[in-house]
């Protein structure tokens, strides 16, 4: 029995093989570790983990000279955690970059009018390019011409005061309504981008005032033009704007309708003249064929 005690007793004296108690550089290394690699994961605190992930590198370092047994798989884990966090900090905070230079480019590509017959090249690099709306507004001087929508259906028109019920009535008694006529929708907002003047916009569904001026033109890839629809005094479309006076960073929305498309269309070219907002240069918008919707009603 006093052997067994005593053999008891010399297992007891013998030191713990975990080693000696976890230095304060490895706890500080892992945790410092831990929150720079939270914050790696998050896109708004790539900085901060790039920070925290250093600070956890060199108190690893010295947790990793300090300590000994257990404490040094602290400052090992510490270590490994800092490292992977600044590996993602730098990894997204460059790939900012290049997503902020990519959106710096310039994204309008200018297409020119194709070279009639009869014109030389000369005559038709004079003329103004054709921005694409899909992406751009064409702007000349201070006036700015937007594409909003672009849509085959029929027109919505204005009801004249008390003419309501009567077209319910009329309605309710066919028991039936008659399919409308389809047309290419176009709805444009004119903005006025100065800060000096005045801008007076007197509509381009109406013909323009100034013969010597360009005429509205809208054709399609192959060279196909649309007439521009004028109703009959009576039947006002909705949306649509005879005259409106712009002020500085304000704007109007206007409605042009044309015949509508029948088959399948590249893109469209719409040329609006500038006189009509006292411009001498035109308007022209490229308008893919993939931005026409179609609507039934």
């Known amino acids: 029995m006093k052997d067994l005690r005593q053999g008891r007793a010399s297992d007891e004296e013998k030191p713990s093989p975990k080693g000696g108690p976890v230095s304060r550089f490895a706890l500080t290394a892992l945790l410092t570790g831990s929150v720079a690699l939270i914050c790696a994961s998050i896109s708004l605190l790539k900085i901060p983990a790039l920070i925290l992930g250093g600070i956890g590198l060199i108190v690893g370092i010295l947790g990793l000279l300090a300590a000994q047994g257990k404490g040094k798989l602290w400052s090992i884990a510490g270590l490994s955690a800092s490292l992977v966090a600044i590996g993602l900090?730098?990894?997204t905070l460059c790939h900012g970059r290049d997503d902020n230079s990519s959106q710096n480019r310039l994204t309008q590509v200018p297409l020119r009018n194709p070279v009639a017959p009869g014109h030389s090249q000369e005559n038709a690099n004079s003329e103004t390019e054709w921005v694409d709306a899909g992406t751009n507004a064409a702007q000349q001087g201070d006036v700015?011409?937007?594409l909003i929508s672009i849509a085959i259906g029929p027109v919505d028109f204005k009801e004249p005061p008390g003419s309501a019920g009567k077209s319910q009535g009329a309605s309710a008694k066919s028991g039936q309504k008659r399919p409308r006529e389809k047309y290419l929708i176009i709805k444009l907002r004119i903005s006025n981008a100065g800060a000096g003047r005045l801008i007076e916009y007197?509509?381009?569904?109406h013909?323009?005032?100034n013969p010597e001026a360009g005429l509205l033109s809208l054709r399609d890839a192959g060279g196909k033009e649309y007439s521009l629809k004028v109703f009959p005094p009576g039947r006002e479309v909705v949306g649509q704007v005879s005259r409106a006076s712009i002020p500085p960073t304000k704007w109007v929305d206007d409605v042009l309708v044309f015949e509508a498309p029948t088959g399948?269309?590249?893109?469209?070219?719409?040329?609006?003249?500038?006189?009509?907002?006292?411009?001498?240069?035109?308007?022209r918008l490229q308008i893919p064929g993939r931005m026409i919707v179609k609507r039934e009603s």
């Open 207 to 209: 013909p323009s005032p």
């Open 144 to 146: 700015r011409v937007r």
């Open 264 to 283: 399948r269309v590249e893109f469209l070219r719409l040329e609006l003249p500038g006189d009509i907002v006292g411009n001498k240069s035109n308007f």
């Open 202 to 205: 007197t509509g381009w569904n």
């Open 89 to 91: 900090g730098a990894i």
